[in-house]
């Protein structure tokens, strides 16, 4: 069973603007992961962020993990056309396993 | 720097015809992952490696599929006999230890007929 999903399940938005991704999870977690996706192509990790830390940010990225809600955010600040992908949030629960959502798609026009 | 190196990127077969996936990780790293993701399943774990020993096959569907990782820097994932539903696109990844950051390869694109 998947353990992340991912909402909305398509985004779309203009150049410019922010986008925002959540991922709610079902059990306890060491960290959850972020990954890109481009059509046709293999998955990118973005950023890492452990059980104990509420925040991370990576460039235009901010992530936040509310482990009290099993919940994680992926804002993307000023989003561009090369933003457009597919983004997945995955956990790694017990035995280090990577469970990953179905995704959000995201599609940023010109 | 090379990634995480897969091949055949794209296999076309014919139903009951033995497929071998290959994919060679990242240099040093001591985990590897095999992924299958397909529209109606998505990304799905099949089996997983650390320092060449597998710890985890629960995600293997059935007994046509076999993962090897006879040294660090190989791995097969095998198919035999190869069904239709087989179709899918299968990713290798690789990390330094298990729970740190995958890196994916580019996927091997796989047709079932």
């Known amino acids: 069973s998947q353990q992340g999903e991912e909402d909305p399940q398509a985004l779309s938005i203009q150049e410019g603007e922010n986008a925002t991704m959540n991922c709610s999870y079902k059990t306890s977690i060491n960290n959850l992961q972020w990954y890109r996706q481009n059509s046709g192509r293999g998955l990118v990790h973005l950023i890492l962020?452990?059980?104990?830390?509420r925040e991370k940010h990576s460039g235009r990225l901010r992530v936040t993990l509310d482990t009290s809600k099993k919940s994680s955010s992926l804002l993307i600040t000023a989003s561009r056309a090369a933003d457009t992908a597919s983004y997945f949030c995955a956990t790694d629960g017990s035995n280090y396993k990577l469970t990953f959502g179905k995704g959000t798609l995201l599609t940023v026009n010109p | 720097d090379a990634g995480v190196i897969q091949s055949p990127r794209h296999e076309v077969t014919e139903m009951g015809q033995e497929v071998t996936l290959r994919c060679k990780p990242i240099?040093?790293?001591?985990?590897l992952f095999w992924y299958r993701q397909t529209m109606m399943r998505g990304l799905e774990l099949l089996i997983y490696?650390?320092?060449?020993?597998?710890?985890?096959d629960s995600g293997m569907p059935e007994d046509r599929f076999s993962a090897k990782m006879p040294n660090a820097s190989f791995s097969t994932l095998k198919i035999q006999p190869s069904e239709p539903r087989d179709s899918a696109v299968y990713f290798c990844a690789s990390s330094l230890q298990p729970g740190e950051t995958q890196y994916f390869g580019p996927g091997t694109r796989l047709l079932v007929l």
């Open positions: 490696f650390n320092n060449n020993v597998p710890i985890d």
């Open positions: 962020i452990r059980s104990n830390e």
């Open positions: 240099s040093g790293h001591n985990s």
